[in-house]
C-alpha cells in the first residue's frame, strides 16, 4: 500500500500494487477498505474489480452494464 486517505472513521481510499513473484504486476490501483471489528478489509468493490482485471467472473459481483 502506497497511500490511505481515510473517508471515515471507518473507510479509506487506497492506492496499492500487487506483487507476483517479488515482481509488480498491478501497479497503482485504487480501491478502499473498510473497518469491520477491528480489522481493516478489501471492499467488495475493489475485490470485484481486481477479480474482472483477472478475467474471472464471480456471482457475487454486480454485472457492469
Not at 500487487?18 to 490501483?29: A, N, R, S
Not at 474482472?52 to 454486480?62: I, N, S
Request: aromatic share 4%.
Amino acid at each position: 500500500i502506497s497511500s490511505i486517505v481515510f473517508t471515515t472513521k471507518t473507510a479509506a481510499n487506497v492506492v496499492y500494487t500487487i506483487d507476483l513473484g517479488g515482481q509488480p504486476v498491478l501497479k497503482d490501483q485504487t480501491g478502499q477498505a473498510l473497518l469491520v471489528g477491528n480489522v481493516w478489509k478489501v471492499s467488495d468493490s475493489t475485490l470485484c474489480q481486481l477479480l474482472t482485471l483477472a478475467g474471472t467472473k464471480a456471482t457475487a459481483c454486480p454485472a457492469k452494464s
